[in-house]
């Protein structure tokens, strides 16, 4: 049987798309921007932070363009940095480190920041201007981390494995972040998203009941939620019975769900009846003075609940072997609860609470089909939590 899949675009662009990697590579500005608003720099300057302190000292500056002792940080510090960065580049680029480029890009992006920083302070560019700045060699270095980048991807995907495969994409992603558009480098990176891809079809749950279709349906669409949810995040992709059908389809798992077995509605009801009495009430008035005595009421309070519970079935296949990788029974209960009372004789033998209970009346059942949703819940978190853990190792 041949592979027929068209995997949806959005699953390549939450892979591919980084929206943290440009941010990542300025972090560190970012921060300094931050830490270095009120100082002038010197203290980083004197610690061997170069970079830190031309940041601080700009900062000073904006504030106060006169300001001769951030003047002079900003002289020596960014001399320095320069200095520290250049010499890391010429390191890397005489290492055999494999990504040693990066380290090369890395430095060029920083000793540009900082130049960057500076544009946007009048008093410091006669220290620091556009010349500091190092474009070319800032896109020659990308360049050459891409090509690794990409070479070290080409190489893994013809290892024709899901774990390299899986390399692969990392690595052309990464070529297509030093560069866009490098080479075919967003087609391999489809191309090894496929070879990764790990296949599962979800069979739905079956429930024979008609009076509870619609709430397995609700049930149902809420794994279906989250399994959507889960794959954008992995190299795994859940197809429905009926995305399959009728196409020449080769899954590796076999995902089945099953309830072995479910009652909704068992109903008890508890009754339970005491005689109250309370002394020194008022009674009356006999001669013009109040007379006191007992006051007694037989109270019934009534504790009515509905149980409703089932057993979740777990089951994952695996499709060429036809052997069962993992199985689990997962149970889930959910009770209501509804209580009032009544009763015989004089109310004010009653403390509040009772009183208050003795106002209430019995509620309406809950349908069947709110109790049925309501002891899946539990099965649901069961049933997340294990997806997740099994298919992490995937």
């Known amino acids: 049987m041949m592979l027929l899949i068209n995997p ?9 798309v980084n929206p943290f990697f440009k941010f990542f590579r300025f972090w560190p500005l970012g921060v300094l921007l931050f830490l270095g608003a009120c100082s002038s720099g010197k203290q980083s300057f004197q610690k061997g932070d170069y970079d830190r302190a031309v940041i601080q000292a700009v900062n000073r500056l904006q504030k106060d363009p006169s300001n001769k002792k951030a003047l002079s940080t900003l002289e020596q510090a960014y001399k320095y940095a320069q200095e520290n960065h250049q010499t890391r580049i010429t390191e890397a680029m005489k290492s055999t480190e494999t990504f040693r480029w990066e380290t090369v890009v890395q430095e060029y992006e920083s000793m540009n920041n900082l130049v ?9 560019r006669s220290v ?25 991807g080409a190489k893994l995907l013809k290892e024709k494995n899901r774990q390299s495969a899986k390399e692969a994409y990392q690595h052309f992603e990464r070529a297509e972040q030093f560069v866009p558009g490098f080479k075919d480098a967003r087609q391999k990176q489809d191309e090894a998203y496929l070879a990764a891809l790990l296949k599962v079809v979800v069979e739905p749950v079956a429930v024979n009941k008609g009076v509870y279709q619609l709430s397995n349906e609700y049930f149902q669409n809420k794994i279906q939620e989250y399994l959507q949810h889960y794959e954008q995040q992995s190299f795994i992709k859940f197809f429905t019975l009926q995305e399959v059908r009728g196409k020449s389809f080769v899954p590796d798992h076999v995902l089945t769900l099953s309830f072995d077995d479910f009652v909704v509605g068992q109903t008890y009801l508890k009754e339970k009846e005491q005689n109250l009495e309370r002394d020194s009430v008022k009674t009356g008035t006999v001669e013009g003075k109040d007379v006191y005595g007992t006051v007694k009421v037989k109270y019934i309070t009534f504790e009515k609940t509905i149980t409703s519970s089932g057993l979740l079935d777990f089951r994952i296949m695996d499709w060429q072997t036809k052997n069962i990788i993992t199985q689990e029974k997962m149970p889930g209960t959910f009770v209501w609860r509804d209580e009032w009372a009544t009763y015989k004789g004089d109310e004010r033998a009653l403390n509040k609470e009772q ?14 089909q709110f109790l049925f949703v309501e002891f899946t819940k539990p099965i649901y978190s069961q049933l997340t939590s294990k997806i997740q853990s099994f298919y992490r190792k995937y």
Request: hydrophobic content about 30%; some cysteine; proline content about 11%.
């Open 128 to 152: 620091i201007n556009n010349a500091g700045k190092y474009p070319e060699q800032l896109a020659a270095a990308r360049q050459k981390a891409a090509e690794t980048r990409y070479d070290l």
């Open 116 to 124: 960057d920083a500076g544009r946007r302070c009048p008093a410091c």
């Open 8 to 16: 949806p675009l959005y699953m390549y662009k939450a892979m591919r």
């Open 355 to 368: 009183l208050k209970r003795a106002r209430r009346r019995e509620s309406p059942n809950p349908a069947p």
